[in-house]
């Protein structure tokens, strides 16, 4: 509830901060909107109304030897303006200062203009925005038309044209504001609706993924390590999401191999306390004994005595390494490296390894490799060692004069490979117990040999991390096979 809360709450924040935004845009917009215009349209009036000036003065002469000739200005003025209402004429000396002027009410306020923005535009002949003073409205500029009036190559009077006068100003902008709120106001605010609409749509779009996002993200924060969140093609934070998928797999695979170690190191240390316990005091007792009574002890105790000790260092050797070896494989510390090979190869080499031991107890080993050689795909060390142990079984347990063989059987996508001997075979009643680690079946027939009881545990957890199960069939005096299968390799 708390997070789906959260994720609303930064929605809505989002959305207040987008309308703010397009309030803030808007009325930018209308002010710069009608500032352009107004400033459009005057620089339009200047630049179409830029030889007023000098009309006025190619008109009449309003200097007559050097003298303000009023009447005649007066009338060419007035006619001016009852032509073009807009406009204001004034007519100053050669520092600025008003010495007659046509304006509506003759609320002129200003006795000096400012000659610089005149001189500039009589440089430029009008083709630049200038505004001058308006001497009705002093501090207020607007645009003019102006010229000079020359004599002697001395300009001593200027026309000077104010191009919209107050009253005709104070219309057009009311004409001007209401144009545009009718018009440009409309669509503007149209505009701004949708950008609106808009806008909180796609934020709805994004928290909506934002609000799974958070939901997952707190769901494995409160221990659900499975929690991830679903990703969909071509979704916005879809990168997001992938990395917290990703980050929360390595977060798992670290916390499994932890525990993978963390087994591994409880089994090691259990297994060592318990198995190593008999071993060591079988070797401790005879050391001893040596050691207490060695001038009591014949030569032949002794020797036997050395040859027991012997035998259970070799037998701590191989207990030590085979519960590691299975430590190992049931922590899940063991990862099959699985390459093609040529299962053939592997058996024949199996057989030259065990050639001698066999000869010793006169058992005929021998292998029924397949005319077609065929690859298989799975970890060639790992493969051998369960092969090793099979063999060892088989050698271990069959009586002399016996026969061991190792077959290999083809099938479209797997190889199946068989060791079987004709040996004592194995009571039904222990085999659901076989693979089990420690168990010794016959203690008649293991107690003198070297046994821990774990091949066969180690040969059945190296074929289930290849998904692979281990078949045996027996029957008692007649033999025992074991058989498994391993998925052929297809070469490209
Ligand atoms: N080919 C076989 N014929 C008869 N009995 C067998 C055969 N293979 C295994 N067994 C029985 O299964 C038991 C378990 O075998 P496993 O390989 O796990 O232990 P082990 O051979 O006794 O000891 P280790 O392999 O550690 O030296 C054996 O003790 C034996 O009784
Ligand atoms: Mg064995």
């Not at 087994?263 to 050391?287: F, K, M, Q």
């Not at 088989?394 to 797997?414: H, R, V, W």
């Not at 281990?470 to 005096?477: A, R, V, W």
Request: a neutral charge; aromatic letters at 8%; proline letters at 3%.
């Amino acid at each position: 509830m708390n997070n789906h809360n959260s994720s609303k709450g930064f929605f809505w924040k989002i959305v207040i901060t987008l309308t703010g935004l397009l309030v803030v845009v808007g009325f930018a917009y209308v002010l710069i909107t009608i500032n352009l215009s107004e400033k459009y349209v005057q620089e339009r009036n200047q630049r179409l109304n830029a030889d007023i000036a000098e009309h006025i003065i190619a008109e009449v002469k309003p200097y007559v030897g050097g003298l303000l000739d009023t009447t005649a200005t007066d009338e060419i003025m007035g006619h001016m303006m009852a032509i073009n209402p807009s406009i204001e004429v004034y007519i100053l000396d050669a520092d600025g200062v008003i010495l007659n002027y046509v304006a509506p009410y003759k609320k002129v306020k200003l006795e000096r203009v400012d000659l610089a923005p005149i001189q500039k535009f009589i440089a430029s002949k009008g083709q630049q925005y200038i505004e001058g003073d308006d001497p009705r409205n002093p501090g207020k500029q607007k645009v003019f038309s102006a010229a000079g009036i020359v004599e002697d190559e001395r300009t001593i009077a200027y026309i000077y044209v104010i191009l919209a006068s107050e009253e005709y100003e104070s219309a057009s902008e009311k004409v001007f504001n209401s144009y545009i709120l009718k018009l440009g106001g409309r669509a503007m605010l149209l505009a701004l609706l949708s950008a609106l609409a808009l806008g909180i749509l796609a934020i709805w779009l994004i928290t909506k993924n934002l609000d799974k996002i958070i939901t997952t993200v707190k769901r494995f924060q409160a221990g659900e390590m499975s929690a991830r969140i679903p990703v969909k093609e071509g979704g916005g934070i879809n990168d997001l999401a992938i990395a917290f998928n990703e980050m929360a797999d390595t977060i798992v695979g670290n916390i499994e191999n932890l525990k993978s170690m963390e087994n591994l190191r409880r089994e090691l240390v259990g297994n060592v306390s318990h198995d190593l316990r008999t071993p060591l005091a079988v070797i401790h007792g005879y050391v001893e004994t040596l050691m207490m009574k060695s001038d009591q002890l014949t030569i032949e105790e002794r020797k036997k005595y050395l040859k027991i000790t012997l035998e259970s260092t070799h037998r701590l050797k191989k207990l030590v390494e085979e519960l590691f070896e299975l430590s190992k494989l049931e922590a899940k510390q063991v990862k099959p490296k699985k390459e093609p090979f040529f299962i053939q190869d592997l058996i024949s080499d199996i057989c030259q390894k065990f050639e001698l031991v066999a000869q010793k107890k006169d058992i005929t080993l021998t292998s029924a490799t397949s005319p077609t050689r065929s690859m298989v795909y799975a970890d060639v060390s790992l493969i051998e060692r369960v092969l090793q142990n099979l063999v060892d079984n088989a050698l271990k347990f069959t009586p002399k004069k016996g026969q061991i063989m190792l077959e290999i059987d083809n099938s479209d996508q797997y190889v199946e490979i068989k060791v079987s001997d004709n040996g004592p075979g194995i009571p039904k009643e222990q085999i659901p117990f076989l693979f089990d680690r420690y168990h010794i079946g016959d203690k008649r027939i293991s107690l003198d040999n070297n046994n821990t009881g774990l091949g066969l545990a180690i040969v059945k957890k190296i074929l289930e991390i290849h998904n692979v199960t281990i078949k045996l069939s027996s029957k008692l005096n007649k033999g025992t096979t074991f058989s498994f299968q391993l998925p052929q390799y297809e070469s490209a």
